[in-house]
């Protein structure tokens, strides 16, 4: 399956940009070879492409990087991939109509078609099913850096433009649970908001709480373009002689950078710690009494419940929440006079309430950090953005590239993020969500662009039986994802290196605009979605629906708006900044003394938050009102479904979670040789602890199954200390792949861990999901037991190709 050559140089000449004509070594007899050097950027970072005679052969890093990720490399390994969707394909019994064979998905053949097959197939589905059952699952925005190509604003912008809309997500994966309760606390979601510069944290902060944050790994990619500068901070952290204390089942990569002593917690169970502290805090009178009184509203409501006086009559001791985290009463005791005695920064995380109940988690960090006093001050309080895209550094101020506008959505109707499967599963189902009834509404098609529904969704075999549902599934996509081997109608599209886009470097520095200049000329049959959108719009409405959708503008007209609309052109006119690949603005001095909430703790009156009180919302009429049995008017510990403490563990006795992956955007880069870094026999690896696996008689390097009654899946031991006994941790993103896909409920023979997870929500109020609540076995396999190897991942077979 070598990728053709003549295909790859098609149309190669008039790619702008620094040319170089470098001789060959048979340069001496006349024949050169032309070299470019190309500026692009990713959400692996920013770089300069290497193109000979157009084609990619190496990736250099631009200087706006300050500790470049090895990611980067996988770009070449990408855009020629094996895996890469060559032409449109229609699924066999989809094409032939008669028997739409639904329950066939992701089992048989593909057809190759010509575009206009599969567009006139995509176009006349749209026209027939009513925007109010299409769904589409182009969550997100990871799939592309790009104001103007990025894949999810596109197709909501056609969607928007052409039907008036189409179903879409309510709240988030990423922060589903806090994006829906932090607003109500703290007037603001807390999450993507600007932190505390590293400046203001290394001069003032003693210990530093990570809180489940894996700074060093989650920073390594950034929703935009990242820079890797807090790299350079991280050792002056180290320097400063700050204490770090790591809350968090596995001693991550950077507990160990900074030496942090660690907290063994059980999973899910971080609310309960945070009440131990409180509890004691509270009798022992070392609480701060000035900081609740002056800035927090309704303490007098939630004390209590830590006593035990009134509801469940459990005093919150740090005795009761020792035989919960399994963390020693002692040590809570000695955790929380520190914090109080001390400058103390709790740096939250976001996997905690990516859990069961998860909302709670940010609510009691925020009452303890309340407790503690510290909100406000440089160096202390609490973040719960310090290990995303940046988290640290500060604003450059500047207005950098707005994007694409998707117009307005006319479909009231949306899914909350954890019950997409069940919306298709069972239409029409009332269920709570917000302090609202809805409706979940019935599903007739899937459109999927730009993201990975059957990687980022819990409960893979759950969902699958979903979409083996659905009258129709189109996916666009530039490679043979899980997802688009489970569509009938597949769009290949361009991938990033393919088209010229512009975008902004830093989501908190905001300092650098980059130019994505398209690096080779697009491979195969695939095209931009822009156009494959637009060549839908005119079968849609014609030319004046297509305009709507267009805009009227060319690529560069959008990206040179995009450009003037910034704050670059102060600093270079547009054609100069095309040709240079960026520019670049200085980090105002002043910028770096940024204290977060430090206005509010100023003044509170004038800055009062946009609360219901003003002020901090320890307890909350709002959230009381909705009078829910999994979510209360004030931070509360519920134990989870699935968890160490509780029953099930006996049949199940592991808590898996699954963090994100240190080498990858979630899936993105699993068809490249980055995988080779640290697969372990060509699976996702499972990491376990050293006892746990001796007990197991499992070794280091071997493939062992893990398995709920949700699914099983093949994964490779990598058995450590630094994951604490009773939990293992799979991270999130690996492509899945059924040993045997005409199997019901087949194993995964590559290790995608959303098999194991479950789709229950968070709770009747955010209905956000909960993939780290989950309780698996591991199994070591049997001498003669046969597994099917596995390597790297496959495409379908393709009739016609
Ligand atoms: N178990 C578990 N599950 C999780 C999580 C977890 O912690 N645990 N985390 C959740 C979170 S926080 C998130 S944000 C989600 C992430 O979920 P997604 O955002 O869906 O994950 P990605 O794998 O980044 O998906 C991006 C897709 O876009 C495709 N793509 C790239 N470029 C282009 C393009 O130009 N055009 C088109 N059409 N496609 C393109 C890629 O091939 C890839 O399939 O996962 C969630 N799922
Ligand atoms: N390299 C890389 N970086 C990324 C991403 C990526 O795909 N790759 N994705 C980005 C995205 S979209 C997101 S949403 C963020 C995610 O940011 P997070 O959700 O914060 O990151 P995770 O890696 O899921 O989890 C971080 C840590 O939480 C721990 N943890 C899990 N459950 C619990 C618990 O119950 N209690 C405690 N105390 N700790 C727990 C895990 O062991 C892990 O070490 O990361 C971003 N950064
Ligand atoms: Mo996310």
């Given at each position: 399956?070598?990728i053709?050559?003549?295909?790859?140089l098609?149309?190669?000449?008039?790619?702008?940009?620094?040319?170089v004509?470098?001789?060959?070594?048979?340069g001496?007899?006349g024949?050169?070879?032309?070299?470019?050097m190309i500026?692009?950027a990713t959400?692996?970072?920013?770089?300069i492409?290497k193109?000979?005679?157009?084609?990619?052969?190496?990736?250099?890093s631009?200087?706006t990087?300050?500790?470049?990720?090895?990611?980067?490399?996988?770009?070449?390994d990408?855009?020629?991939?094996?895996?890469?969707?060559?032409?449109?394909c229609?699924?066999?019994?989809y094409?032939?109509?008669?028997?739409?064979?639904?329950?066939k998905?992701?089992?048989?053949?593909?057809?190759?078609?010509?575009?206009?097959?599969?567009?006139?197939?995509?176009a006349?589905k749209?026209?027939?099913?009513?925007?109010?059952?299409?769904?589409n699952?182009s969550?997100g925005?990871?799939g592309?850096?790009?104001?103007?190509?990025?894949?999810?604003?596109?197709?909501g912008?056609f969607?928007?433009?052409?039907?008036?809309?189409?179903?879409?997500?309510?709240?988030?994966?990423?922060?589903?649970?806090a994006?829906r309760?932090?607003?109500t606390?703290?007037?603001?979601?807390e999450v993507y908001?600007?932190?505390?510069?590293?400046?203001?944290?290394i001069a003032?902060?003693?210990?530093?709480?990570?809180?489940?944050?894996?700074?060093?790994k989650?920073?390594k990619?950034?929703?935009?373009?990242?820079?890797h500068v807090?790299?350079?901070?991280?050792?002056?952290?180290?320097?400063?002689?700050i204490?770090?204390?790591?809350?968090?089942?596995?001693?991550?990569?950077t507990?160990?950078?900074?030496?942090a002593d660690?907290?063994?917690?059980?999973p899910?169970?971080?609310?309960?710690?945070?009440?131990?502290m409180?509890?004691?805090?509270?009798?022992?009178?070392k609480?701060?009494?000035?900081?609740?009184?002056?800035?927090?509203?309704?303490?007098?409501?939630?004390i209590?419940?830590?006593l035990?006086?009134?509801?469940?009559?459990?005093?919150?001791t740090?005795?009761?929440?020792?035989?919960?985290?399994?963390?020693?009463?002692?040590?809570?005791?000695?955790?929380?006079?520190?914090?109080?005695?001390?400058?103390t920064f709790?740096?939250?995380?976001?996997a905690m309430?990516r859990?069961?109940?998860?909302?709670?988690a940010?609510?009691?960090?925020?009452?303890?950090a309340s407790?503690?006093?510290?909100?406000?001050?440089?160096?202390?309080?609490?973040?719960?953005?310090?290990?995303?895209?940046?988290?640290?550094?500060?604003?450059?101020?500047?207005?950098?590239?707005?994007?694409?506008?998707?117009?307005?959505?006319r479909?009231?109707?949306s899914?909350?993020?954890?019950?997409?499967?069940?919306?298709?599963?069972?239409p029409?189902?009332?269920i709570?969500?917000k302090?609202?009834?809805?409706?979940?509404?019935?599903i007739d098609?899937?459109?999927?662009?730009?993201?990975?529904l059957?990687?980022?969704?819990p409960?893979?075999?759950?969902?699958?039986?979903?979409?083996?549902k659905v009258?129709?599934?189109?996916?666009?996509?530039?490679?043979?994802?899980?997802?688009a081997?489970m569509?009938?109608?597949?769009?290949?599209s361009?991938c990033?290196?393919?088209?010229?886009?512009?975008?902004?470097?830093?989501?908190?520095?905001?300092?650098?605009?980059?130019?994505?200049?398209?690096?080779?000329?697009?491979?195969?049959?695939?095209?931009?979605?822009?156009?494959?959108?637009?060549?839908?719009?005119?079968?849609?409405?014609?030319?004046?629906?297509?305009?709507?959708?267009?805009?009227?503008?060319?690529?560069?007209?959008?990206?040179?708006?995009?450009?003037?609309k910034?704050?670059g052109p102060v600093f270079?006119?547009?054609?100069?900044?095309?040709?240079?690949?960026?520019?670049?603005?200085?980090?105002p001095e002043?910028?770096?003394?940024y204290v977060?909430?430090?206005?509010?703790?100023a003044?509170?009156?004038e800055?009062?938050?946009?609360?219901?009180?003003?002020?901090i919302?320890?307890y909350?009429?709002?959230?009381?009102?909705y009078?829910?049995?999994d979510?209360?008017?004030?931070p509360?510990?519920?134990?989870?479904?699935?968890w160490?403490?509780?029953k099930?563990?006996?049949?199940y006795?592991?808590?898996?979670?699954?963090?994100?992956?240190?080498y990858?955007?979630?899936s993105?880069l699993d068809?490249?040789w980055?995988?080779?870094?640290?697969?372990i026999?060509?699976?996702?690896?499972?990491?376990i602890?050293?006892?746990?696996a001796?007990?197991?008689?499992?070794?280091?390097?071997?493939?062992?199954?893990?398995?709920?009654?949700?699914?099983?899946?093949l994964?490779?031991?990598?058995?450590?200390?630094?994951?604490?006994?009773?939990?293992?941790?799979?991270?999130?993103?690996?492509?899945y792949?059924?040993?045997?896909?005409?199997?019901k409920?087949?194993?995964?023979?590559a290790?995608?861990?959303?098999v194991?997870?479950?789709?229950?929500?968070?709770?009747?109020?955010?209905?956000a999901?909960?993939?780290?609540?989950?309780?698996?076995?591991?199994?070591k396999?049997d001498k003669?037991e046969?597994?099917?190897?596995?390597?790297?991942?496959?495409?379908?077979?393709i009739?016609?190709a």
């Amino acid at each position: 399956m070598a990728i053709s050559r003549r295909n790859m140089l098609k149309g190669t000449a008039g790619v702008a940009s620094l040319s170089v004509l470098g001789s060959s070594p048979l340069g001496a007899v006349g024949v050169f070879k032309k070299t470019e050097m190309i500026p692009h950027a990713t959400h692996f970072g920013p770089f300069i492409a290497k193109v000979e005679d157009g084609i990619m052969k190496d990736v250099i890093s631009q200087k706006t990087d300050a500790n470049p990720s090895i990611m980067v490399k996988g770009m070449i390994d990408r855009v020629y991939s094996d895996t890469r969707v060559k032409y449109p394909c229609v699924r066999k019994s989809y094409l032939e109509g008669k028997k739409n064979n639904r329950e066939k998905r992701g089992k048989e053949e593909f057809v190759r078609v010509s575009w206009d097959v599969a567009l006139d197939l995509v176009a006349k589905k749209l026209k027939e099913i009513p925007r109010e059952n299409i769904y589409n699952g182009s969550y997100g925005g990871w799939g592309h850096v790009g104001r103007l190509h990025n894949s999810n604003i596109v197709a909501g912008r056609f969607f928007n433009t052409t039907l008036g809309g189409a179903v879409g997500t309510d709240g988030e994966y990423s922060n589903g649970a806090a994006g829906r309760v932090n607003p109500t606390i703290m007037g603001d979601m807390e999450v993507y908001s600007l932190q505390t510069s590293h400046e203001e944290m290394i001069a003032n902060c003693k210990v530093y709480v990570l809180w489940g944050t894996d700074l060093y790994k989650c920073n390594k990619i950034d929703y935009v373009v990242p820079n890797h500068v807090n790299d350079i901070y991280y050792p002056k952290y180290k320097k400063a002689g700050i204490k770090f204390i790591s809350i968090d089942p596995i001693y991550t990569e950077t507990a160990q950078m900074f030496d942090a002593d660690w907290i063994k917690i059980r999973p899910n169970t971080d609310v309960a710690l945070m009440l131990g502290m409180m509890y004691y805090l509270y009798t022992s009178g070392k609480y701060d009494k000035k900081f609740i009184e002056k800035y927090t509203d309704g303490f007098d409501k939630f004390i209590p419940y830590v006593l035990g006086k009134g509801e469940d009559n459990i005093p919150k001791t740090p005795e009761w929440a020792e035989k919960i985290t399994e963390v020693p009463a002692n040590k809570i005791k000695e955790l929380a006079d520190l914090f109080v005695s001390t400058r103390t920064f709790l740096a939250g995380n976001w996997a905690m309430q990516r859990a069961q109940h998860g909302e709670q988690a940010d609510w009691a960090l925020i009452t303890l950090a309340s407790m503690i006093g510290q909100v406000g001050l440089p160096g202390g309080g609490f973040g719960f953005s310090m290990h995303y895209s940046g988290g640290g550094q500060a604003n450059s101020g500047y207005r950098t590239t707005p994007g694409l506008s998707q117009g307005r959505n006319r479909v009231e109707t949306s899914i909350p993020a954890s019950r997409v499967s069940e919306a298709i599963l069972n239409p029409g189902k009332e269920i709570n969500f917000k302090g609202r009834k809805i409706k979940l509404p019935k599903i007739d098609m899937v459109y999927v662009c730009g993201a990975s529904l059957l990687g980022h969704h819990p409960n893979t075999n759950e969902l699958i039986e979903a979409l083996r549902k659905v009258d129709t599934v189109v996916v666009h996509e530039p490679w043979w994802t899980p997802l688009a081997k489970m569509a009938d109608i597949i769009f290949p599209s361009t991938c990033t290196l393919e088209r010229d886009d512009i975008t902004s470097g830093g989501t908190y520095s905001r300092n650098v605009i980059y130019a994505m200049k398209k690096v080779i000329e697009p491979i195969y049959e695939s095209k931009d979605d822009f156009e494959i959108f637009r060549l839908l719009a005119n079968r849609l409405g014609g030319e004046k629906v297509e305009r709507r959708y267009t805009g009227g503008k060319t690529y560069m007209e959008w990206i040179k708006g995009f450009y003037e609309k910034s704050d670059g052109p102060v600093f270079k006119e547009f054609d100069k900044f095309w040709k240079d690949g960026f520019v670049e603005f200085d980090i105002p001095e002043e910028a770096r003394k940024y204290v977060r909430h430090a206005e509010f703790r100023a003044d509170p009156i004038e800055n009062k938050l946009a609360t219901e009180s003003g002020k901090i919302q320890i307890y909350s009429e709002k959230f009381a009102s909705y009078n829910l049995p999994d979510f209360k008017g004030h931070p509360t510990w519920f134990e989870p479904a699935e968890w160490l403490g509780g029953k099930e563990a006996k049949k199940y006795p592991f808590h898996l979670v699954s963090p994100h992956p240190r080498y990858r955007v979630h899936s993105q880069l699993d068809n490249t040789w980055i995988r080779d870094i640290y697969k372990i026999q060509g699976r996702e690896p499972v990491m376990i602890n050293d006892k746990d696996a001796q007990k197991l008689g499992i070794k280091h390097g071997e493939v062992v199954e893990v398995f709920n009654d949700r699914g099983r899946v093949l994964v490779g031991a990598f058995v450590t200390p630094n994951i604490r006994t009773g939990v293992v941790a799979i991270q999130e993103g690996a492509w899945y792949d059924p040993e045997d896909r005409q199997a019901k409920k087949p194993r995964c023979n590559a290790g995608h861990v959303n098999v194991l997870t479950s789709s229950r929500p968070t709770s009747e109020m955010a209905q956000a999901i909960s993939a780290n609540t989950a309780l698996v076995n591991v199994r070591k396999l049997d001498k003669n037991e046969v597994v099917t190897p596995y390597k790297s991942t496959s495409v379908p077979d393709i009739i016609g190709a």
